[in-house]
């Protein structure tokens, strides 16, 4: 009896043991879980304060790239080219010699935190001007946050056709880039991107009528084909602009803000002072043919065809000289300089064309300006170069003729090396004319231009010569002051294709660069202030 009460005992006490483990078992899982999810939570609220705090320092980051574009709006807005230039080169703009960093504060000027700039000043010939801006808070100066934004002043260069006249794009013409006109815009072509005018209706001059669209076409609706001259009703108020996706595919905008042509003339006075190569006003201009191993050959002309256009005379042209005098040529034009036992003369008339004794080679520059005082007859292929070529006489030049000088162009091609017409920021040519830029005459039957063209006081185009040409191909823009065009109307020449021109080039394609757009010829003209152009975060 006794010894069974012993072995009841044992049992019970083993069962309590048992009990014992399980419930610490059930404490540790507990705990564990426990622990884990209190782990959780409170990495949980420290990621939701971080990200707050984060989030904080992302705005604080973007309110420090804005801050920026306040303070070049401020400085900058309404300055000269030169002036930009100087305030980059010698105002000590903020952030770019080292980061500056400034105080972020809430509505009430309560401070918040901190945000670091470090800013880029635009290389040479460039608009473009990156800042970093760098946010924190106060609470958490280890979340930072990076916003790298590129600022970017408009240029001349970033329109395929920017006009400052009434405008009117025939059948045949296709335009890839965005077009404006401070006047109205007659479009019967086919237009890939915007095209926008500062008026909102206008007296187109080619017809009688009233007001139409400041923007309009005359190309009859599909599925009709062909163009209407006569005043359309139904590009004229009270009417509806209609989208027109067969002429206008990217739209149309009207009326829009004016561009000033006449702020250009302190942009040539100022691109004469940064010109490394100049040549003066003597003669009637200069002939440069430029050559892909950087260099170009320059000669003086004498005299030119006032109706065509063309060379008819080179300062020290000559056919040939006398073996008497060792072969040299005459270095002037006239009889005088010459004897029948030292040389022969040739009248003018009997001149080989392009032959140039006073021809003398220059390195083109790069990301700078070749000036000329006089009128500029132009052609050839640049490789690696980023240069603008101007023709004007201003009044304080030695001399002084008068002023309105033209380029003339059309001679030959005038082209980029490395690309298809596009430049990608290594070939860019710049055309800058007092008067006209001019097609020759006698210029290619098809031709190509890769450059970006300005006619400050004339306009960008060819005259009516009485002579038909194929194709002309523009790739880069026009900025014209007066009404452009390459053909005239007056249907009397088939081109095929459904198009017929009066006279001049059948096809006009005029496609634009997009590299022009970050990389404008030096010294274009451009808007003075900038806008966001790229947003990223780092």
């Known amino acids: 009896m006794i010894g069974f009460i012993k072995s009841s005992n044992?049992?019970?006490?083993?069962?309590?043991?048992?009990?014992?483990?399980?419930?610490?078992?059930?404490?540790?899982?507990?705990?564990?879980?426990?622990?884990?999810?209190?782990?959780?939570?409170?990495?949980?609220?420290?990621?939701?304060?971080?990200?707050?705090?984060?989030?904080?320092?992302?705005?604080?980051?973007?309110?420090?790239?804005?801050?920026?574009?306040?303070?070049?709006?401020?400085?900058?807005?309404?300055?000269?080219?030169?002036?930009?230039?100087?305030?980059?080169?010698?105002?000590?703009?903020l952030g770019v010699a080292a980061p500056v960093q400034i105080e972020y504060r809430d509505p009430e000027g309560g401070p918040i935190g901190m945000y670091e700039l470090s800013v880029t000043r635009p290389a040479s010939g460039s608009t473009i001007v990156a800042v970093r801006s760098t946010g924190w808070t106060y609470k958490k100066p280890s979340a930072k946050r990076i916003v790298q934004v590129r600022f970017r002043r408009p240029s001349w260069s970033e329109n395929s056709v920017l006009a400052n006249d009434d405008m009117r794009f025939g059948a045949g013409t296709v335009i890839t880039g965005k077009m404006h006109s401070n006047k109205g815009i007659r479009f019967d072509g086919v237009a890939n991107n915007v095209i926008s005018s500062t008026l909102a209706t206008y007296d187109d001059p080619d017809h009688a009528g009233g007001n139409e669209f400041g923007v309009h076409t005359h190309v009859n609706a599909p599925p009709s084909s062909g163009v209407n001259d006569a005043y359309r009703s139904a590009e004229a108020l009270p009417s509806v602009p209609a989208s027109r996706a067969d002429v206008f595919r990217a739209g149309r905008v009207f009326p829009k803000v004016q561009v000033d042509f006449n702020a250009i003339v302190s942009d040539i006075s100022f691109m004469r002072s940064q010109a490394t190569v100049k040549f003066d006003n003597t003669g009637k201009g200069m002939h440069i043919k430029l050559k892909a191993d950087g260099t170009m050959d320059t000669c003086r002309v004498n005299a030119f065809d006032a109706t065509s256009n063309a060379i008819t005379n080179y300062v020290g042209i000559v056919k040939n000289g006398s073996a008497a005098n060792n072969n040299k040529p005459c270095v002037t034009t006239t009889a005088a300089c010459c004897t029948a036992a030292t040389c022969v003369w040739i009248k003018p008339s009997d001149h080989t064309k392009g032959q140039c004794i006073s021809l003398t080679n220059y390195t083109i520059p790069d990301t700078s300006v070749?000036?000329?005082?006089?009128?500029?007859?132009?052609?050839?292929?640049?490789?690696?170069?980023q240069v603008s070529f101007v023709a004007a006489e201003l009044p304080d030049e030695p001399g002084y003729t008068g002023g309105n000088k033209d380029v003339f162009l059309g001679m030959n091609n005038l082209l980029y090396a490395n690309s298809n017409g596009q430049s990608n920021g290594t070939d860019i040519i710049g055309v800058i004319a007092q008067r006209n830029v001019e097609i020759l005459k006698d210029s290619q039957n098809n031709l190509t231009i890769d450059a970006a063209l300005l006619a400050k006081e004339g306009r960008v185009g060819r005259n009516a010569y009485g002579s038909n040409k194929s194709t002309i191909t523009i790739n880069g823009s026009i900025a014209t002051n007066l009404r452009y065009g390459f053909a005239y109307t007056g249907n009397t020449y088939n081109c095929g294709g459904g198009v017929t021109v009066g006279d001049g080039y059948c096809f006009r394609n005029i496609n634009f660069d997009n590299n022009l757009l970050y990389f404008p010829p030096p010294y274009f003209p451009t808007g003075t202030e900038y806008s966001i152009d790229l947003w990223d975060e780092l």
């Open 370 to 385: 070749v000036f000329v005082a006089n009128n500029l007859w132009l052609e050839g292929t640049v490789d690696e170069k």
């Open 10 to 93: 044992k049992k019970i006490k083993t069962k309590k043991g048992s009990i014992l483990a399980y419930v610490l078992v059930m404490v540790v899982v507990v705990a564990i879980t426990m622990t884990s999810l209190l782990t959780y939570i409170t990495s949980q609220v420290s990621f939701s304060k971080d990200r707050v705090e984060r989030e904080k320092a992302f705005q604080i980051a973007e309110a420090g790239a804005y801050y920026y574009r306040w303070y070049l709006a401020h400085k900058i807005a309404g300055k000269t080219a030169e002036q930009i230039k100087t305030f980059w080169q010698s105002g000590n703009p």
